[in-house]
Nanobody, 121 residues
Framework: VQLQASGGGLVQAGDSLKLSCAAS?????MAWFRQAPGKEREFVAT????????RYSDSVKGRFTISRDNGKNTVYLQMDSLKPEDTAVYYC??????????????????WGQGTLVTVSS
């Protein structure tokens, strides 16, 4: 499975941005992670095969929304009320994690190349 992420860019605090991740074939669980400079890759959001069972990290809950269009094999991340601390490279991932690994990188086998989101204050 190949994943292609897009949609990153430079925005101001309070703005919105929507990321997309197109998969080469239908996948099971899909997720977004992010990695800021000098920090470990962290979980952002995940969604199940049917688009339900969305889960979010506490830092983005209420501001970000994950969704998927299985007809297009694409997962999206709508990011609202962006903050400077949201600045990071955002990665999409796909796999079949178990409950204990759903919020960790080890739970996902396939990764996109990353797209940079920069939020200025």
């Amino acid at each position: 499975v190949q994943l292609q992420a897009s949609g990153g860019g430079l925005v101001q605090a309070g703005d919105s941005l929507k990321l997309s991740c197109a998969a080469s074939e239908r996948t099971s669980v899909m997720a977004w992670f992010r990695q800021a400079p000098g920090k470990e890759r962290e979980f952002v959001a995940t969604t199940g095969r049917g688009g339900g069972n969305a889960r979010y990290s506490d830092s983005v809950k209420g501001r970000f929304t994950i969704s998927r269009d299985n007809g297009k094999n694409t997962v999206y991340l709508q990011m609202d009320s962006l903050k400077p601390e949201d600045t990071a490279v955002y990665y999409c991932a796909a796999g079949q994690p178990i409950t204990s690994t759903m919020r960790t990188p080890v739970g996902y086998r396939y990764w996109g190349q990353g797209t940079l989101v920069t939020v200025s204050s």
